[in-house]
């Protein structure tokens, strides 16, 4: 079992920048990668980035070159550092880890960007 929670989601204006938070707990010495997805209002969730238990990332298309996730081992901790921020960028975002074939995830937090 893994427990994440998610934080520094708020609102922001077009062109600014957020940095999420997500720390794990539980059977973390399991996970085998650790991503962020997000979900707008009317749509399905989508993948935003992933980072590996050896440090590679993915990026979804539409996010690479603004967004950046990075972890960091010692503090159970995974980031999201979001720049650019655009409107349709609106949407809950969600921590997730991976154990195997399972899926863990936090209750995401909301972030809105104004034009």
């Not at 999420?20 to 980035?49: D, T, Y």
């Not at 590679?56 to 081992?73: E, H, P, V, W």
């Amino acid at each position: 079992q893994v427990q994440l929670v998610e934080s520094g989601g708020g609102l922001v204006q077009a062109g600014g920048s957020l940095r999420l938070s997500c720390a794990a707990s539980g059977s973390i010495f399991s996970i085998n990668s650790m991503g962020w997805h997000r979900q707008a209002p009317g749509k399905q969730r989508e993948l935003v980035a992933t980072v590996y238990s050896g440090g590679s990332t993915y990026y979804a298309l539409s996010m690479k070159g603004r967004f950046t996730i990075s972890r960091d081992n010692a503090k159970n901790m995974v980031y999201l550092q979001m720049n650019s921020l655009k409107p349709e960028d609106t949407a809950v975002y969600y921590c997730a880890a991976r154990i195997g074939v399972r899926d863990y995830w936090g209750q995401g937090t909301q972030v809105t960007v104004s034009s």
